[in-house]
């Protein structure tokens, strides 16, 4: 793992505590600073915009049955996040869904000319798919002997596909922090209307500084951007792929989350006005994002290392040990949950005699009306737990609330087959290869 240069940096790879410590910090204050949900919110809204038009457009130009539109969400769906994460972290919103838009296009001339004339536009789409390389590649390196990654042709050869995806996407990174800090330099007053990640990271680190307080070393910034744009993309698309199929697969459930974004959002209009207020309010699409990842988990496991002796089920372990958790199993373990291998949002979700919701939804067993905190509370393992749990949980919460929101307050959709399996493919996450679904306006949206 070490071949992989962000090991010991950064969050997610990062076994030095003191080290981790401090960006962890840095990190968290940079996510709390005021204004950067909502403007994260706007972005997702605004984002959903272009996807719907080139939806539209695409459903216009092309036959499309009964007003159906039919799509492989997945490719969708990963650019969507892609371009998402981009611009909520760095400022700087990519052009990958375009790219995608563009390679519908049956006039060639057309298509070179959109992605290869605009740098940026084809670069984006690179981005997409060297995270989705060096993803796939973590696990490679873990399980693959340095041997044959170095001296074996095949191996070499994969190992090196996957350093260059990393070196791409770092490259790439160094130029946005350049720019940035150009900016906090130059003209300061530029960056007072910014909530981005990185430009509340440099800020925050530049005040450390100058107050000669503990900050951030340039190379620790660019991993934890790194590390976000990571955990930000592949697992909440992969997520939403997961929760959209589900929803489909059982339309009772569909029904009863629809209502509530009726409820929350009245307005027919196709412009929402969506704040963190009404995405709070969404308790029971809340429900159905857990139970989703309950039943698919996106990280199936997860290592940790002792940084000192220990004692684990009644046994004394030594420092480093390795442990593995199996959030899969522990997900479908029958001792905490009812029924485990059915779909069920009912069981995150309470209603009381008065028809006032619980304000603690993500804790309840419907059957026998105990939380599934009283039973144990780390039965459920969405964004890992403990002081190494995911620091953008609230962040990711929001951003698949307002798309689950916006995609069926004005779409009806299904399956183009339900009873085709999902098709997945497990390394380091669960990946989801292809979701074909079809999409209409709902009535209320006409």
């Given at each position: 793992m070490n071949s992989l240069r962000n090991f010991g940096r950064g969050i997610s790879l990062n076994n030095n505590y003191e080290s981790w410590k401090v960006n962890k910090y840095f990190l968290v204050q940079s996510l709390s600073t005021p204004g950067f949900n909502e403007e994260a919110i706007k972005h997702n809204k605004d984002l959903f915009e272009v996807l719907d038009g080139y939806w539209n457009s695409l459903k216009k130009s092309q036959s499309c049955n009964d007003n159906w539109f039919e799509m492989d969400f997945v490719q969708w769906i990963n650019r969507f996040m892609t371009d998402n994460i981009s611009i909520i972290i760095t400022g700087e919103r990519g052009c990958s869904i375009s790219s995608y838009y563009h390679s519908f296009n049956s006039d060639k001339s057309i298509l070179e000319s959109s992605l290869f004339d605009d740098p940026k536009v084809y670069n984006s789409d690179k981005f997409t798919r060297a995270i989705k390389a060096y993803l796939?590649?973590?696990?490679?390196?873990?399980?693959?002997?340095?041997?044959?990654?170095?001296?074996?042709?095949?191996?070499?050869?994969?190992?090196?596909?996957?350093l260059e995806s990393r070196d791409y996407m770092l490259k790439t990174i160094d130029n946005i922090i350049e720019r940035r800090t150009f900016d906090l330099v130059n003209t300061p007053q530029k960056l007072k209307s910014k909530h981005d990640l990185l430009t509340n990271l440099i800020t925050a680190n530049?005040?450390?500084?100058?107050?000669?307080?503990?900050?951030?070393?340039?190379?620790?910034?660019?991993?934890?951007?790194?590390d976000m744009f990571l955990a930000g993309t592949d697992t909440s698309s992969n997520t939403l792929c997961y929760i959209i199929y589900y929803i489909c697969l059982n339309p009772h459930v569909k029904q009863k989350m629809v209502e509530e974004i009726d409820l929350v959002f009245p307005d027919s209009s196709d412009t929402l006005s969506i704040t963190a207020?009404?995405?709070?309010?969404?308790?029971?699409?809340?429900?159905?994002?857990?139970?989703?990842?309950?039943?698919?988990?996106?990280?199936?496991?997860?290592?940790r290392v002792a940084s000192a002796e220990c004692e684990v089920a009644g046994y004394i372990w030594p420092a480093k040990?390795?442990?593995?958790?199996?959030?899969?199993?522990?997900?479908?373990?029958?001792?905490?949950w009812t029924n485990p291998t059915v779909f069920d949002p009912d069981r995150f979700y309470l209603q009381n005699d008065l028809g006032e919701l619980n304000d603690d939804l993500s804790n309840f067993d419907q059957e026998n009306k105990k939380s599934i905190h009283e039973k144990d509370k780390h039965s459920l393992v969405i964004f890992g737990g403990g002081i190494r749990s995911c620091p953008g949980k609230k962040l990711a919460m929001f951003n698949m609330l307002t798309f689950i929101a916006l995609t069926f307050k004005k779409y009806d959709v299904e399956l183009m087959d339900v009873d085709a399996p999902l098709k997945t493919h497990t390394d380091f996450i669960i990946h989801c290869l292809e979701l074909k679904i079809k999409i209409k306006p709902r009535k209320s949206s006409l």
């Open positions: 796939r590649g973590v696990s490679f390196f873990y399980f693959v002997h340095p041997f044959l990654r170095r001296y074996v042709p095949y191996f070499k050869n994969k190992a090196n596909a996957v530049h005040d450390a500084k100058s107050k000669l307080t503990e900050f951030l070393p340039d190379q620790e910034i660019r991993t934890v951007i790194f207020n009404h995405l709070t309010r969404l308790k029971y699409c809340e429900a159905i994002i857990k139970e989703a990842s309950r039943l698919m988990p996106v990280l199936p496991v997860a290592k040990t390795i442990f593995q958790l199996n959030y899969a199993s522990i997900h479908m373990n029958e001792k905490y």
